[in-house]
């Protein structure tokens, strides 16, 4: 896809995920891909959508996933590879 920005935001445990992916969709017109287990108890979520609209959804989700987890971790990619965008729209490739 043309003019697509992903987005991760990962934290320890469901519940800081599960706030931050709540807060990221009342905010902004992001599409979540998923929510999945990394393991050792860490859950990520990927979202996309427009560059602006991504950052400030990753920027809600980690303050939000703050306020449960000490640590929270996110990344933006302006423009993706092949293989980040696989990633964003299958998070189970990356594997336990």
């Known amino acids: 896809m043309r003019n697509v920005a992903v987005g991760f935001v ?3 445990g469901f519940t800081p995920i599960f ?3 709540d807060a990221m969709v009342k905010a902004t017109e992001v599409e979540v891909t998923k929510v999945v287990r990394l393991g ?3 859950v990520a979520v990927a979202v996309r959508g427009d560059l602006a609209t991504v950052e400030e ?6 303050e ?5 987890s000490r640590s929270v971790r996110s990344i933006v990619f302006a423009s993706p590879c ?3 965008s696989a990633l964003a729209a299958e998070p189970d490739l990356v594997g336990n």
Do not use: L, P, Q
């Open 40 to 42: 050792g108890g860490i």
């Open 10 to 12: 990962e934290a320890e």
């Open 19 to 21: 706030d931050a992916v």
């Open 64 to 68: 939000t996933a703050r306020v449960r």
């Open 82 to 84: 092949d293989a980040v």
């Open 57 to 62: 959804a990753v920027d809600i989700g980690e």
